[in-house]
T-cell receptor, first 113, second 113 residues
Framework: GNSVTQMEGPVTLSEEAFLTINCTYTATGYPSLFWYVQYPGEGLQLLLKATKADDKGSNKGFEATYRKETTSFHLEKGSVQVSDSAVYFC????????????FGKGITLSVRP | DGGITQSPKYLFRKEGQNVTLSCEQN?????MYWYRQDPGQGLRLIYYSQIVNDFQKGDIAEGYSVSREKKESFPLTVTSAQKNPTAFYLCASRPQGTNSPLHFGNGTRLTVT
């Protein structure tokens, strides 16, 4: 079946540090891939997405590239800010009548001033 | 503004009581979802509905029930049969049969004592 694996957390970084959060998936074919962010006490918000191989999603300085050969969708940001502190979820989805998202377990990022 | 409204934000109940969580959306989305979030376990799908008057069990439906009498509304009842009901519950929606991202509400934190 489909699954999403995220690196273990939590992650603590200093402001302006480089961020990488790993995400790999198991699926037959080519699903769409997403990164969601959850700020404290809130629901999830879409951060970025990619719908086919080699697509790069980007938003708010975050980027992720859909790598078919490594079945990965790692999230990166060149310089994190304190306001980036949140929980980050990787997810995949298919087109279809019964499509639903499969989420990774999420990883908590804390950024120190 | 369009969006998803979950109410209340915090809910407290005594063990053995049923409780209903509200979810309303004005995005005209056909598909609606309920997820449960627990620390370290990511999001787990409880129930989902692709169309009015139809719904399917997700991965952890036992102890829960739903209804979908209107397109805009998808209430979740947590019954006394649910062994560990204390959790953060998230409602989401998206257009039917697409790979569009999910739109999430801000969640309801249920505490059962």
């Amino acid at each position: 079946g489909n699954s999403v694996t995220q690196m273990e957390g939590p992650v603590t970084l200093s402001e302006e540090a480089f961020l990488t959060i790993n995400c790999t998936y198991t699926a037959t074919g080519y699903p769409s891939l997403f990164w969601y962010v959850q700020y404290p006490g809130e629901g999830l918000q879409l951060l970025l997405k990619a719908t086919k191989a080699d697509d790069k999603g980007s938003n708010k300085g975050f980027e992720a590239t859909y790598r078919k050969e490594t079945t990965s969708f790692h999230l990166e940001k060149g310089s994190v800010q304190v306001s980036d502190s949140a929980v980050y979820f990787c997810a995949l989805s298919w087109t279809g009548a019964n499509s639903k998202l499969t989420f990774g377990k999420g990883i908590t990022l804390s950024v120190r001033p | 503004d369009g969006g998803i409204t979950q109410s209340p934000k915090y809910l407290f109940r005594k063990e053995g009581q049923n409780v209903t969580l509200s979810c309303e959306q004005n995005l005209n989305h056909d598909a609606m979802y309920w997820y449960r979030q627990d620390p370290g376990q990511g999001l787990r799908l409880i129930y989902y509905s692709q169309i009015v008057n139809d719904f399917q069990k997700g991965d952890i439906a036992e102890g829960y029930s739903v209804s979908r009498e209107k397109k805009e509304s998808f209430p979740l009842t947590v019954t006394s049969a649910q062994k560990n009901p204390t959790a953060f519950y998230l409602c989401a929606s998206r257009p039917q049969g697409t790979n569009s991202p999910l739109h999430f509400g801000n969640g309801t934190r249920l505490t059962v004592t």
